[in-house]
Structure formats: structure tokens, C-alpha cells
């Protein structure tokens, strides 16, 4: 492939988003990735987490996990990128099996999903003959493949009550579960998994930063554990929150979640300060411009779900994309 030069809207976005020297040198590297998904007919799919060169720059599309599982089987483009997570490129691979699907870094991977096995899901349905099985997305293939129906921080609740029952089975995040169980009457059966990021938060650094500003609202990420959650003024998945920032303009704000979404709403919201307790994911740290750049001119990491696992997964996504939120 030649490099023409180009008039990069990739590049016309970061300007006010990243100081114009650092536009500068990223340039190059921005307009090659806009060439390679002219060359491939792809797009890029970004989480809220990624850092703003990546957000602003060169995502087509972003948003939370329930977001991205939509546009990933709406898409028409061929390659679909995945600027998140492993979890989050299984899924798009899912719901989209002729696409090919790219994860920049093998290594991104989620210590939710890394909690649980298809093995376990069996001995869990022993242990509870005929409760459903409600999964969040934030698991393996395989995981979905042994559930019943998945679900996102940004639909559990609505998830759950879809079900018509009165105990499901939640897993893997034990702390989303016991929220969950905060906002409806079905009975939730947990699994002890947690988040490595959310799970750091304590509900005594949030009381010292409203002891130090007061009026500060307090927004958190329903993976955070629930005496974090009890000084929340509002809970949300990543949209969510980025929502909440958008239409009720707080003076000053902590976004109990990971560290790079703050940088990403604050572009667009300058009147509000951010007060950031800065905990980052070092999975969703791993993706840059430089393999976002590789995935596409080397078509590597091609993410592969064995057909089987694939299809049964597919109807729990599936079921879960079906919900009204
Ligand atoms: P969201 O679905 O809210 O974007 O969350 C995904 C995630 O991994 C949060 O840590
Ligand atoms: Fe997984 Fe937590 Fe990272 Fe989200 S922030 S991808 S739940 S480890």
C-alpha cells in the first residue's frame, strides 16, 4: 500500500483533544490507520476506556459493552477492529461470524473473565436444577455458550426481570450481582468473581473527597463494591455515566471507574472539573494507534470462536440483544 497524503478527519478531531505538537507527531501514524481502513473496509470499535488519540482520533464508533455488542452485528464493513478487550472482540466475532474480527493485543484480557469456566456453570446448574443462568458479557465464549442469557452493566436489572422468575443464577461479578439485587426482587444466586480496577475504590476516599469538595457529585461503575456504590449519587455502565455528566452538568464530578473515561467526557464537557482518583485497566491500557495500526496491515489477532461454543453463545447474546433497555 502507498500512503497518499490525506485530509484526516482522524486528525481534524483530536484538535482541543491533545495539545497541536502532540497532534503533530501522532499525524502520520493516524493517517496510515485511516489508510489501512479505507485499504481493509473496516472499522474501528472503541470502549470508553480507551485514551482519548484512540477515542477521539481513530474509533468510528464507541461506546459501553451493550453499545458495542449492537454495532458490531449491525456493521456492514469487513473487518470490524476492537478497541477493548478480548471479551469485547469474542462478542463482536459472535454476533457477526462472517466478519473478521481483530484484537490489537492478545494479552487484553479482563480478570472478570478470567474468573469462571464453562465446567463451572455445569456444576452451578447441579447445585440449582432449573435456575437460569444470567452471564455478563465480560466472560469467555465458552462461558456464554453454558448460559442461558448475557447481560451488560448497562441492561442487567431489565435483564434479569426479562426472565420472569423469581431466582436467577449472576455471575461472574459478584459485585454487579449484589447491585442488581439492590434494584429488583429476584432472588440473585452470586459467583465470586470481581473486577481488579473497580474492586480498588473505597467508600472512605470518596467520603474524603466530599469532605474536601463540597457539592462534588459522586458516579459510579456498578463493578464497584457496594459501600463504594452506598456513597454514589448515581450508578450506570460507562454510557451511562457519560450520560449523566452530559445532561446534568455538575460543577465537579468523581467518575468511580476506570481512569481514561474522565479524559474522554471532559472534552466534551469543559464546564465541569474532574476529580479523578486515576485507577487504569492494564488490559484495556494494552491497545494503542501503533496495534491498531498493525492489526490492520498485518490482519493479526484474527479472533476465532469454535463454531459450536460460537452458536449456542450466539443465542445468549443474542436473547440479551432482544431486551429493551
Ligand atoms: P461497560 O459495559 O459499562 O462499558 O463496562 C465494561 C467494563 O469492562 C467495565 O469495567
Ligand atoms: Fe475487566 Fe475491570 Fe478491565 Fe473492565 S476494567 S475490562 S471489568 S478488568
Redesign the pocket.
Same mark, same amino acid.
Given at each position: 500500500m502507498t500512503l497518499a497524503s490525506t485530509d484526516s478527519r482522524s486528525i481534524e478531531r483530536l484538535r482541543g483533544v491533545l495539545p497541536d505538537v502532540e497532534i503533530a507527531a501522532l499525524a502520520p501514524l493516524i493517517e496510515e490507520i485511516d489508510e489501512w481502513k479505507r485499504e481493509r473496509n473496516a472499522v474501528v470499535l472503541a470502549h470508553n476506556?480507551m485514551t482519548p488519540d484512540i477515542f477521539h482520533g481513530v474509533a468510528d464508533l464507541k461506546g459501553d459493552s451493550l453499545a458495542l455488542a449492537h454495532m458490531a452485528a449491525a456493521t456492514d464493513a469487513d473487518v470490524i477492529v476492537m478497541a477493548g %478487550?478480548h471479551f469485547m472482540a469474542e462478542t463482536a466475532k459472535i454476533v457477526n461470524e462472517a466478519k473478521t474480527v481483530l484484537i490489537p493485543d492478545l494479552r487484553a484480557g479482563?480478570?472478570?473473565?478470567e474468573s469462571i469456566t464453562g465446567a463451572d456453570i455445569r456444576l452451578l446448574r447441579e447445585r440449582y436444577p432449573g435456575v437460569p443462568v444470567v452471564t455478563y458479557v465480560?466472560t469467555s465464549a465458552e462461558v456464554k455458550a453454558e448460559s442461558d442469557i448475557c447481560c451488560t452493566s448497562g441492561n442487567a436489572v431489565q435483564v434479569v426481570e426479562s426472565l420472569g422468575v423469581d431466582r436467577v443464577i449472576f455471575l461472574p461479578?459478584q459485585y454487579l450481582g449484589r447491585w442488581v439485587a439492590t434494584q429488583t426482587d429476584v432472588d440473585i444466586i452470586l459467583w465470586e468473581g470481581s473486577?481488579? %480496577?473497580?474492586e480498588r475504590f473505597t467508600a472512605e476516599e470518596l467520603r474524603v473527597y466530599r469532605g474536601t469538595h463540597p457539592g462534588i457529585q459522586i458516579i459510579a461503575h456498578p463493578?464497584c463494591p457496594p459501600d463504594v456504590l452506598a456513597e454514589a449519587d448515581f450508578v450506570g455502565s460507562t454510557s451511562g455515566m457519560i450520560n449523566w455528566v452530559k445532561s446534568e452538568r455538575p460543577k465537579q464530578v468523581v467518575m468511580v471507574t476506570?481512569c481514561s473515561m474522565a479524559d474522554n467526557v471532559a472534552v466534551e464537557t469543559p464546564d465541569v472539573e474532574f476529580v479523578k482518583p486515576c485507577n487504569l485497566?492494564p488490559?484495556?491500557k494494552r491497545i494503542t494507534l501503533e496495534n491498531i495500526r498493525d492489526s490492520m496491515r498485518d490482519m493479526k489477532h484474527a479472533v476465532t470462536v469454535d463454531p459450536a461454543v460460537a452458536g449456542r453463545a450466539r443465542l445468549a447474546v443474542e436473547r440479551m440483544l432482544e431486551v429493551q433497555v
Open positions: 476506556y %478487550v479482563c480478570s472478570l473473565a465480560n461479578d473486577c481488579e %480496577v473497580h463493578e476506570e485497566c488490559h484495556m
